[in-house]
């Protein structure tokens, strides 16, 4: 069984659209993550919840939106989609955290924008 | 704001050689620290993390790291390099809860036959 999945595992897409990705975890964890991984390898946290309660939340744009259903489901919504979007968005969880826990990484939603 | 730097983004080893790669972070507390790695169209996973205690810490596939609080160090050694240790390596930093979680830019480890 999957720890941390994603779907889909790719998306092309026009500039403009509106997208979103699917997040779920197995692991009875309380944290969950998004992070942005763009062409250079450079990654970068972007919201993190804990319990459906949002406790990280970086300068993206507000075209992103996070939402958390429960505790085990972490979705990202992205509106009107940019050239500059493109990129490979993971998805994490952890026991508690961040501090000093483990993060499990989903394998990743391969974004391109069009 | 905690930042994570990795020194040499491409290392390239020979089969059975030392890896080194290199991570400094600056913190202004003390911070937890994590390796990672990266496999070619995958998602990451942790090598290895100092919280506290012990400064050397050994993790998987015989990596290991020793956190140096005089020098902001925290850099990953194995002895012997195998052709499936090439991958991405990310150091990371984290501190409190709800605090930034922070990962360096990365280093690509190419292991040459």
């Known amino acids: 069984d999957t720890a941390v999945s994603q779907t889909p595992k790719y998306l092309v897409t026009q500039m403009g659209n509106d997208k979103s990705i699917k997040c779920e975890q197995n692991?009875?964890?309380?944290?969950m993550y998004w992070y942005k991984q763009d062409s250079k390898k450079f990654l970068k946290i972007m919201f993190s919840?804990?319990?459906?309660?949002?406790?990280i939340n970086e300068t993206v744009p507000n075209r992103f939106s996070p939402k958390s259903p429960d505790k085990a489901h972490l979705n990202l919504h992205i509106n009107s989609l940019e050239l500059g979007d493109s990129a490979v968005y993971f998805c994490?969880?952890?026991?508690?955290?961040?501090?000093?826990?483990?993060?499990?990484f989903g394998p990743g939603t391969r974004l391109l924008v069009l | 704001a905690q930042s994570v730097t990795q020194l040499g983004s491409h290392v390239s080893v020979s089969e059975g050689a030392l890896v080194l790669l290199r991570c400094n972070y600056s913190s202004s507390v003390p911070p937890y620290l994590f390796w990672y790695v990266q496999y070619p169209n995958q998602g990451l996973q942790l090598l290895l993390k100092?919280?506290?205690?012990?400064?050397l810490v050994k993790g998987i596939n015989g990596f290991e790291a020793e956190f140096k609080k005089s020098e902001t160090s925290f850099h990953l050694t194995k002895p012997s390099a195998h052709m499936s240790d090439a991958a991405e390596y990310f150091c990371?930093?984290?501190?409190?809860?709800?605090?930034?979680?922070?990962f360096g830019p990365g280093t690509r480890l190419s292991v040459l036959p």
């Open positions: 692991l009875g964890h309380d944290t």
């Open positions: 994490a969880s952890s026991l508690r955290g961040p501090a000093g826990e483990t993060q499990y």
């Open positions: 990371a930093v984290g501190l409190g809860y709800g605090q930034n979680f922070v």
């Open positions: 919840y804990n319990n459906k309660e949002l406790i």
């Open positions: 100092y919280t506290t205690g012990a400064t």
